[in-house]
């Protein structure tokens, strides 16, 4: 049991190291579960890709998701997954919101299918196994809302 406990800390060496890389998340999809006057249901998903030369496992996301400048959710998830050595996996989180109060805006950015809209992802990625590290995360986009309307 001591010597799995050890061969399992030989990977986490390279969080403390010099040699750890951080990972870098997208936002790369928007799913609508369900649309409601009250309540909407998204899910969000993130591509996780792990640069390092050892797997890196993931234990949570806190995020804060905007849509130009309404933000469109914003939680912590605590879903684990273990992303390959110089990989990536996709990791999925749904969300439960209300963007009532932003009707109008959101009806306007709806109007024109073919504008793209910006989107802002700030957070944090929790990796590790004990203790672990949360890594910075930052980026924005846009996304073209006739992409997610049927027709």
């Given at each position: 049991?001591?010597?799995?406990?050890?061969?399992?800390?030989?990977?986490?060496?390279?969080?403390?190291?010099?040699?750890?890389?951080?990972?870098?998340?997208?936002l790369?999809?928007?799913?609508?579960?369900?649309?409601?006057?009250?309540?909407?249901?998204f899910?969000?998903?993130?591509?996780?890709?792990?640069?390092?030369?050892?797997?890196?496992?993931?234990?949570?996301?806190?995020?804060?998701?905007?849509?130009?400048d309404?933000?469109?959710?914003?939680?912590?998830?605590?879903?684990?997954?273990?992303?390959?050595?110089?990989?990536?996996?996709?990791?999925?989180?749904?969300?439960?919101t209300?963007?009532?109060?932003?009707?109008?805006?959101?009806?306007?950015?709806?109007?024109?299918?073919?504008?793209?809209?910006?989107?802002?992802?700030?957070?944090?990625?929790?990796?590790?196994?004990?203790?672990?590290?949360?890594v910075?995360?930052?980026?924005?986009?846009?996304?073209?809302p006739?992409?997610?309307?049927?027709?």
């Amino acid at each position: 049991m001591l010597l799995s406990l050890l061969g399992g800390m030989a990977g986490c060496s390279t969080w403390f190291s010099g040699n750890f890389k951080d990972p870098e998340v997208e936002l790369t999809k928007v799913d609508i579960i369900k649309a409601r006057l009250l309540e909407q249901q998204f899910m969000l998903r993130f591509r996780i890709d792990n640069p390092n030369d050892h797997s890196l496992p993931v234990r949570g996301l806190i995020y804060t998701v905007h849509l130009n400048d309404v933000e469109l959710a914003s939680g912590e998830s605590s879903g684990w997954l273990t992303v390959p050595a110089n990989s990536f996996e996709y990791y999925e989180v749904p969300v439960h919101t209300n963007l009532w109060r932003h009707m109008k805006y959101i009806v306007r950015l709806l109007e024109k299918p073919d504008r793209p809209i910006s989107y802002r992802l700030a957070g944090e990625l929790k990796t590790g196994l004990m203790g672990g590290r949360r890594v910075h995360i930052s980026n924005n986009g846009e996304i073209i809302p006739g992409n997610f309307i049927p027709e």
